[in-house]
C-alpha cells in the first residue's frame, strides 16, 4: 500500500502511485509533496479510492478548551466570513479591535491543535497570557529558550522557520499574528512546509511596501474581512487628536546638520544620483557598501539626522509637554536608542528598547498598566501588536517615513476607555528632511482622525 | 566579495604585514582594555576605521574578539533595582523638568542606597551593552585571528548558498553523522574524486537559502582535511542571480582556520571492544578507523572500519542497536553495495529484511550476542583471502613472465602487478622460472648463486677462514637479502660458537 508521512517540512510519497501535487525526487527514490499541499493529496487519494497509509501527522494530545470570550458584532462577523472562506482567510483589523479574541474564539470553535506565530517575545509572552484566560489551558511555547508542544502552541516567525522540519506536522490549525510577516521570502516557507489545512491571518496592515502581500492568499487564504479605524473610531475605540508641533534647531545644532547634509548632498549632485523611493535609497545603500565616499555620504546623512532627531530643542519642548500633561498617561517614541536614554536620564522615565531585559519590561508594562508609572519612553520595540494599556498622549520625536509603523503606533494609544480623548503629538524639527518624512508617514492614514494643528 | 561573470569569491584577508598589523594592533588593544568599557573599544575600532582601513573588516575582526571576551556589569547594585527605585521616586514627587528636582530626587535614592550621588549616575545604566566592562580576554594568535576571519567570511557566503559539493580526503562519519543530523539530503558521484553534493528536502520545489545555515556548520569539518574541494551555487540577494563559489585546499587551506578535532571516539562497545581484539591478534590484516566511503547508488555507507591485506579491502560495518527503519535503509543501501563488507550484527536486532541479504554474495553477517566473537570473522577473512588468493594464482599463471633481473623480491613484485604476496609467493616458490632458485621472499637467478658461490670460494681460498658476518656482507652486497638460505642453497654450513655471528663460521659442506 502507498505510504505517505513526513520528511523534514515534506510529505514523502512511496509506493506504485504519485500525485498531481508531488514531484519525483531522485534523491530519495519517491515523491516528494509540499506539505501545505497535505489537504490536496489526502482528497486525491479519497476521490480516487486509492487506499494509502497515512504516517504525516504527529499532534499533541487534545485538551479540553473552555472559552468564555464573547464577541462584539464585527468580530462576530469576521469570524463568519472566515468559517465560510474554508476556514482560512485573513482578517484586517486595526490595532486594538480585539483580532486575538477572534482567533481564540476560531480554536475554540476548532478545538484542534493549534499554532499561533508571532513577530515577537513580548507577543509570545501576551498571547500565552490570554490563551489561558479565554481558552483555561496552559498554551506551550516555541521560541525565546523555550520549546514545549503542547495542543495550543505560540511560536515566533522566526522558530517557526527554523523549527519547521519538526513541527510541520504537529498541528492542523495556524495563526499567524502579524500576517504581513509571512511574505518575506524566508517566512513564507513556514506557509509551504506545515501540513496544517486551517489557516488564519491577523494583520492591521495588510498591504507591503514591497508588494509581496500578493503571495498571502496562496499562503493563508484571501483577506476575508476588513474594516477601517474610522468604522471603529467612537465606536469601540478611542476618538484622539491628532497635533504637530515645529521646534527650530538651534544655531549650533543649523551649522552641524548644514554641514553634514550638503556632504551627502553634494555627493548625490556629483553622481547624479536621485533618490525618490525607498528602493531608490535602497540601491544607495547597496553602493555604499563598496564605494567609501558614498559611505562618507552616508554617514554624513545620519549625522545630520541625529542632530535633527537629538535637538536640544526638542527636548526642553519634551520638557513642556510632560508638565502641560502632567496627570495624562504618556507614552514617548522616538526613533533612536541613545535618545531614548538621555530622556530616560534626564526625566528620569522608564525606557524600553530592543536591551531592556525581558523581566523589566514585563514589570514596566505592569506598572504603567496600573498607573503606577504614568510615563514610558521606547524607540521601535513596540512596533507591533504588544498590549500596552491605555495612554492618553503620544509624544513623537522623530520616525522613519513609513506608513506601517505610524498606524500601529497611533493605534496602541487607541484602547477604549469611557469618555476618554486620546492625543497624539508630534515634535518635530523646522526646514529639515523630517518634515518630508512627517508627511510621507501622514499620506495613508489621512481622514479620520481630527487634525488640531 | 566580488563577483565576475557569474563567479563569487570573498575578499580573504591575506597574511599581508598590513592585515597582520591591524589584527595585532586590535589584539594589543583588547589586551590593554581589561577592565575598559565596552564603548571605549568601539571607538578605538572607529579609530581604525577613520585611518582608511576597510571598516567591515576591522569590525569582523572586532567581533570575533569579542567572542573571546567576557563583559561584565560593573555596578555595586543591579541597575534594575536602581532604577526601579529613581522611577518610582521620581513618579512620586513628579518628572523632574528642571535639573534641580532631578538631583533631588538622585541624592535622596542615593542616601536610601547607600551610594554616592555620582554613583547612581553611574550605575543606572551600568548593564547597556556599551556600558560593560572588559574583565576577560584570551587572546588569539595574530594569524590565527586572520584565518578565523577568512573562515567566518566563507561561512557568511555560504548562508546564501542553495547548493553545494565537496571532496575531502577524510572526516567521512563525522561529515555523514552531521548532514544528517542538521537535516540535509545528500547524493554521491564519482568524476576524478568522490563527490557528495548537498541541498535539502524543499530544494526539490524551489531555489532556497534555507540551507544555507546548516552548510555553513558543515565547512568547519571538511577544511580540517588536509584535502578538499568545494563547488558551491550561491543566491547573489541583491541581483537574484546565481552564482559559483569554488575553494579548494591547494589554493585556500593556508587562509582558513583548521578546526582542532577530536578523534571520532568509538561510539558503542561492541565497535570499541572489536577493533581492541582484532589488534591483538596477528591475523595479517590491517585495521582501518573511518575508510573512505562506500558508494551505494546515489547514497554512501560510512563503515565502521575496513580490513586491508595485500590489496583486498573488506569494509566492517557494526549494526548494533538501531532501529526499524535504520536498519531497513541499511538493508536497501546495502543491496546496492559493490563492495565486499562484513556485517556484526546484534543478534537481537536480526529481521526478515536483513537475513534476506544474506544470499548476496559481497556481504557475510556474523551474529553475536553481547561480544563480537571473533573465531568466525577470522575464519570468513581467512577464507576471502584464500578465495582472491586463488583468483591472483590463476590470474599470475596465466601471464607468463619472463625474469631478466637477477634479484626478484616477492613484495615488489606483488605490488607491480597489483597482487597479493601470498598469491606471488604460491605461483613463484612452488615452480620457480627455469633459471631461477625460489627463497622465501625472492627469486635469485642461478647465474648470480653462482657468482656469490666463487666469490665466497675465494675468500675461503684466500684467508682460510670466514665468518657469518663477513659472508652475510658479500651476499648482501650482491644486492641478494637472506644471506643463510643462500649459504645453504650453495651447499655452506655454518658452525655457531655462540651467539654472535661474528664468531659463527662458515666452511664448505665435504661433498660426500
Known amino acids: 500500500m502507498p505510504r505517505l508521512w513526513f520528511d523534514k517540512g515534506t510529505l514523502l510519497l512511496k509506493g506504485e502511485v504519485g500525485t498531481p501535487y508531488g514531484k519525483w525526487d531522485p534523491r530519495s527514490g519517491c515523491y516528494r509533496i509540499k506539505a501545505s499541499h497535505y489537504r490536496d493529496a489526502v482528497d486525491y487519494f479519497k476521490e480516487s479510492k486509492i487506499r494509502y497509509e497515512d504516517d504525516v501527522l504527529n499532534l499533541p494530545p487534545l485538551e479540553q478548551v473552555k472559552s468564555n470570550v464573547e464577541l462584539r458584532t464585527y468580530q462576530n462577523k469576521a469570524l463568519d466570513n472566515w468559517c465560510r472562506a474554508g476556514y482560512r482567510g485573513v482578517l484586517v483589523l486595526p490595532t486594538a479591535a480585539g483580532k486575538t479574541f477572534i482567533a481564540l474564539k476560531a480554536i475554540d470553535f476548532l478545538k484542534t491543535q493549534t499554532l499561533i506565530i508571532v513577530p515577537t517575545l513580548d507577543l509570545i509572552d501576551q498571547w500565552r497570557k490570554r490563551v489561558k484566560e479565554c481558552l483555561g489551558v496552559e498554551a506551550g511555547v516555541v521560541g525565546g529558550g523555550e520549546n514545549v508542544v503542547r495542543m495550543v502552541t505560540v511560536s515566533t516567525y522566526d522558530s517557526a522557520y527554523s523549527q519547521a522540519p519538526q513541527l510541520g506536522n504537529r498541528f492542523l490549525f495556524l495563526v499567524f499574528d502579524e500576517v504581513h510577516h509571512l511574505a518575506s521570502p524566508g517566512y513564507m516557507q513556514i506557509g509551504e512546509m506545515y501540513v496544517a489545512p486551517y489557516r488564519m491571518g491577523l494583520t492591521a496592515t495588510y498591504e507591503r511596501s514591497d508588494q509581496r502581500h500578493a503571495l498571502l492568499p496562496l499562503l493563508v487564504g484571501d483577506p476575508v474581512y476588513s474594516i477601517n479605524i474610522e468604522e471603529l473610531t467612537g465606536k469601540h475605540l478611542a476618538p484622539y487628536t491628532y497635533e504637530k508641533v515645529s521646534v527650530e534647531l538651534t544655531p549650533d545644532e543649523q551649522v552641524t546638520y548644514h554641514a553634514q547634509m550638503s556632504v551627502f548632498k553634494n555627493f548625490l549632485r556629483e553622481r547624479k544620483i536621485v533618490l525618490k523611493s525607498p528602493s531608490d535609497f535602497q540601491q544607495f545603500i547597496m553602493t555604499t557598501g563598496r564605494d567609501p565616499r558614498a559611505r562618507e555620504a552616508l554617514l554624513a546623512r545620519n549625522k545630520a539626522l541625529k542632530v535633527a532627531v537629538n535637538s536640544e530643542v526638542k527636548l526642553n519642548l519634551l520638557a513642556e509637554k510632560l508638565e502641560e500633561y502632567k496627570n495624562e498617561k504618556i507614552l514617548i517614541f522616538t526613533l533612536y536608542n541613545d535618545l531614548v536614554y538621555s530622556i530616560s536620564r534626564r526625566f528620569l522615565i522608564p525606557a524600553i528598547t530592543y536591551q531592556t531585559p525581558r523581566e523589566e519590561r514585563r514589570e514596566i508594562f505592569a506598572n504603567f498598566g496600573s498607573g503606577k508609572y504614568k510615563v514610558v519612553v521606547t524607540s521601535q520595540v513596540l512596533d507591533e501588536g504588544v498590549d500596552v494599556p491605555d495612554a492618553s498622549v503620544g509624544l513623537i520625536l522623530g520616525g522613519t517615513g513609513s506608513t506601517r509603523e505610524y498606524v500601529q503606533r497611533l493605534g496602541r494609544l487607541l484602547r477604549k476607555k469611557e469618555g476618554k480623548t486620546a492625543k497624539l503629538v508630534e515634535i518635530i524639527s523646522k526646514e529639515t528632511v523630517e518634515v518630508g518624512i512627517s508627511r510621507r508617514r501622514h499620506a495613508k492614514t489621512g481622514g479620520g482622525c481630527i487634525v488640531a494643528s | ?512
Not at chain 2, 590593554?32 to 573588516?57: I, P, S, T
Not at chain 2, 536498519?327 to 546495502?334: D, F, I, P, V
Not at chain 2, 544474506?358 to 576471502?384: N, T
Open chain 2, 1 to 512: 566579495m566580488w563577483k565576475r561573470k557569474g563567479e563569487i569569491q570573498p575578499r580573504y584577508a591575506k597574511l599581508s604585514p598590513d592585515n597582520l598589523k591591524v589584527a595585532e594592533f586590535l589584539i594589543e588593544a583588547y589586551k590593554g582594555h581589561v577592565g575598559a568599557k565596552k564603548k571605549v573599544l568601539k571607538a578605538l575600532c572607529a579609530d581604525l576605521e577613520n585611518q582608511g582601513h576597510e571598516y567591515r573588516f576591522v569590525r569582523a575582526l572586532a567581533l570575533l574578539l569579542g567572542r573571546r571576551s567576557t563583559f561584565v556589569c560593573n555596578s555595586k547594585v543591579n541597575p534594575v533595582d536602581l532604577r526601579r527605585k529613581i522611577f518610582e521616586a521620581a513618579e512620586k514627587t513628579g518628572l523632574p523638568t528642571t535639573s534641580m528636582k532631578r538631583q533631588r530626587i538622585l541624592e535622596f535614592v542615593a542616601s536610601e542606597m547607600g551610594l554616592a550621588t555620582e554613583s547612581v549616575e553611574e550605575y543606572l545604566y551600568a548593564d547597556l551593552d556599551d556600558e560593560l566592562v572588559l574583565e576577560k580576554f584570551n587572546p588569539p594568535a595574530t594569524v590565527e585571528l586572520l584565518e578565523q576571519y577568512n573562515l567566518s567570511l566563507t561561512q557568511t557566503l555560504l548562508f546564501d548558498s542553495t547548493e553545494l559539493s565537496f571532496t575531502a580526503s577524510g572526516n567521512w562519519q563525522r561529515l555523514f553523522y552531521s548532514v544528517k543530523k542538521l537535516g540535509l539530503i545528500y547524493e554521491v558521484y564519482r568524476d576524478s574524486g568522490f563527490w557528495v553534493k548537498i541541498d535539502g528536502p524543499v530544494s526539490l520545489f524551489k531555489l532556497t537559502k534555507r540551507y544555507g545555515t546548516s552548510m555553513a556548520k558543515l565547512l568547519p569539518i571538511i577544511v580540517a582535511n588536509p584535502e578538499w574541494t568545494i563547488n558551491a551555487k550561491i543566491l547573489w540577494k541583491y541581483t537574484n542571480e546565481i552564482c559559483n563559489f569554488k575553494m579548494e585546499s591547494r589554493k585556500h587551506g593556508s587562509l582558513l582556520k583548521k578546526a582542532n578535532l577530536q578523534p571520532v571516539v568509538y561510539d558503542s562497545a561492541p565497535e570499541q571492544s572489536f577493533a581492541s581484539q582484532f589488534q591483538a591478534v596477528k591475523s595479517g590484516w590491517t585495521l582501518k578507523r573511518e575508510p573512505e566511503p562506500v558508494p551505494a547508488g546515489n547514497k554512501v555507507i560510512v563503515p565502521d572500519f575496513s580490513l586491508e591485506r595485500g590489496g583486498l579491502n573488506i569494509y566492517v560495518e557494526i549494526v548494533g542497536f538501531w532501529t526499524e527503519d535504520y536498519l531497513l535503509r541499511k538493508a536497501e543501501k546495502l543491496k546496492q553495495v559493490e563492495a565486499k563488507m562484513l556485517l556484526l550484527v546484534d543478534e537481537a536486532l536480526a529481521c526478515e529484511k536483513l537475513t534476506a541479504l544474506e544470499k548476496r554474495p559481497q556481504l557475510y553477517f556474523v551474529y553475536y550476542h553481547d561480544k563480537i566473537p571473533l573465531a568466525p570473522i577470522l575464519r570468513y577473512l581467512e577464507q576471502a583471502f584464500e578465495e582472491v588468493k586463488a583468483k591472483e594464482v590463476k590470474f599470475l599463471e596465466s601471464l607468463s613472465v619472463r625474469f631478466t633481473e637477477p634479484v626478484v623480491v616477492y613484495d615488489e613484485f606483488a605490488e607491480r602487478i597489483g597482487v597479493s604476496r601470498e598469491a606471488v609467493k604460491a605461483v613463484l616458490c612452488v615452480s620457480p622460472p627455469s633459471g631461477y632458485v625460489a627463497f622465501p621472499n625472492l627469486l635469485v637467478s642461478k647465474e648470480k648463486l653462482s657468482h656469490i658461490d666463487t666469490r665466497i670460494g675465494d675468500h675461503l681460498l684466500k684467508s682460510g677462514k670466514l665468518s657469518l658476518t663477513e659472508a652475510t656482507r658479500i651476499i648482501e652486497a650482491e644486492g641478494v637479502s637472506d644471506a643463510s638460505n643462500v649459504l645453504a642453497t650453495l651447499g655452506y654450513k655454518t658452525c655457531w660458537r655462540g651467539i654472535n655471528s661474528e664468531q659463527a663460521e662458515v666452511s664448505k659442506r665435504s661433498v660426500a
